[in-house]
T-cell receptor
Framework: NAGVTQTPKFRVLKTGQSMTLLCAQD?????MYWYRQDPGMGLRLIHY???????AKGEVPDGYNVSRLKKQNFLLGLESAAPSQTSVYFC????????????????FGQGTRLTVV | KNQVEQSPQSLIILEGKNCTLQ??????????LRWYKQDTGRGPVSLTI?????NTKSNGRYTATLDADTKQSSLHITASQLSDSASYIC?????????????FGKGTLLTVNP
């Protein structure tokens, strides 16, 4: 009963390095989301996907790219990491097929703590 | 502008006591309102989801109320336990086209002391 799984859980990057965060869900959800959470602030939406092969920008998309090649996976990429991207990243999924706004449950992963030095 | 405001920002209570957390929202059009609990270092977990027509909804010792006229919601915790120490986040999905995005408040940090 895995739910939403994020890898890795922790990572330290040097400025300018690249990396990919992986989110996997086993609930056959259509919608998937990437958020970041910074101290003193609520979760902010980076990118989201409403289905396999589709992605869209959220509130704070700059510096990130995403891909949803398979329904169960949602990848978040940092091409050239910056210290401002130091944060805790959460992935979430919801479904089936009707989205969060239609009263369907959203499930979150355990988070990835990223530090860019 | 953040469309969800929560109060208080933080709260400290003794184990066994009750408490009430507040959430004011301005999200429009309104779809539903959710309360999440987030333990330190972990992802948020849903406590309740309330639709426009629901005034009260309970989940164990957690009871959420919703006043759609005043756009206010509250989360009441009864007989608090140490494990209730967490951030409680009010969430109001923003309806936009066929996509639905969650607008998160900053949350209320609750500390339950023995």
């Amino acid at each position: 009963n895995a739910g939403v799984t994020q890898t890795p859980k922790f990572r330290v990057l040097k400025t300018g390095q690249s990396m990919t965060l992986l989110c996997a869900q086993d609930m056959n959800h259509e919608y998937m989301y990437w958020y970041r959470q910074d101290p003193g602030m609520g979760l902010r939406l980076i990118h989201y996907s409403v289905g396999e092969g589709t992605t869209a920008k959220g509130e704070v998309p700059d510096g990130y790219n995403v891909s949803r090649l398979k329904k169960q996976n949602f990848l978040l990429g940092l091409e050239s990491a910056a210290p401002s991207q130091t944060s805790v990243y959460f992935c979430a999924s919801s479904g089936p097929g009707t989205g969060v706004g239609r009263n369907t449950e959203a499930f979150f992963g355990q988070g990835t703590r990223l530090t860019v030095v | 502008k953040n469309q969800v405001e929560q109060s208080p920002q933080s709260l400290i209570i003794l184990e066994g006591k009750n408490c009430t957390l507040q959430c004011n929202y301005t999200v429009s059009p309104f779809s539903n309102l959710r309360w999440y609990k987030q333990d330190t270092g972990r992802g948020p977990v849903s406590l309740t989801i309330m639709t426009f027509s629901e005034n009260t909804k309970s989940n164990g010792r957690y009871t959420a109320t919703l006043d759609a006229d005043t756009k206010q919601s509250s989360l009441h915790i009864t007989a608090s336990q140490l494990s209730d120490s967490a951030s409680y986040i009010c969430v109001a999905p923003k309806v936009g086209g066929s996509n639905y995005k969650l607008t998160f408040g900053k949350g209320t940090l609750l500390t339950v002391n023995p």
